[in-house]
């Protein structure tokens, strides 16, 4: 059982001479006998391909939903995609939740590690509440820019949901002095409290992972647990 499947960022090569960390921690796991893997939302799915024994690959899109049910109203939400890779992610929240999408533009800095730039919003978010919707917040850069670009293009609300809390340094700074009104995440990575701050929202993602092993150990379909909201 891995919550958090670390280094699944670095899926493929971004330059030469370069490892494929994610497809080694795989080969790691197999080379000790684990023989099947249960993970929450992969940064993409195809690590899956990564492994020649059977992978679970659950999510907490359920637990987030059933927060963004009870804290918005339904006639002004909206859900945001990042950036263009995070589409899909997007599109599958909303459908569930019944709500329209917006994406936002945004190029990397070539220059500096896990900095990006956010450029425009392609959709309408005026008046609404904005729910951005991530797999992971690491240093916060690009979601508290993208947060700021929402209120500036007339959204009342701003919302940051996320599994995976890495928080790297500066985050829990960035986060708490931001636009957004509630950070939503999960407890895939322990938060330590020097990490923690004022709009942190932290969901148990225990319930899910103990129904996946149930249904593992009793030889029940783990797909089934989530009613088709991991397809």
């Known amino acids: 059982m891995i919550p958090y499947y670390g280094y699944s960022r670095s899926d493929k090569k971004a330059q030469s001479r370069e490892s494929i960390s994610a ?9 000790v006998g684990v023989d099947r893997i249960m993970s929450v939302d992969l940064h993409t799915g195809q690590i899956q391909g990564f492994f020649h024994d059977p992978f679970d690959h659950l999510t907490a899109l359920p637990l987030l939903k059933a927060w963004i049910v009870e804290h918005t109203a339904p006639e002004e939400r909206v859900i945001v995609s990042p950036d263009a890779g995070r589409v899909r992610l997007t599109e599958k929240f909303a ?15 070539p220059a500096q590690h896990n900095v990006s730039v956010t450029l425009d919003v392609i959709g309408d978010v005026a ?3 904005a729910i951005l919707i991530d797999d992971m917040i690491d240093t916060a850069g690009t979601i508290v820019g993208a947060a700021e670009l929402l209120k500036e293009r007339g959204a009342k609300r701003v919302v940051a949901c996320a599994t995976h809390p890495i928080f790297s340094e500066p985050a829990a700074e ?3 002095n931001s636009v957004i009104e509630s950070v939503v995440v999960t407890n895939t990575i322990p938060i330590p409290p020097e990490r923690r701050f004022s709009k942190l929202v932290v969901l148990s993602i225990a319930p899910i992972l103990a129904s996946a092993l149930r249904a593992v150990f009793e030889d029940q379909s783990v797909s089934e647990i989530f009613q088709g909201e991991n397809n």
């Open 23 to 31: 497809r080694m921690i795989a080969d790691m796991y197999e080379s």
């Open 95 to 109: 459908g569930h939740l019944g709500a329209p999408i917006a994406i936002l533009h945004k190029r990397r800095d």
């Open 127 to 129: 008046g609404r509440t």
């Open 174 to 176: 960035r986060l708490e």
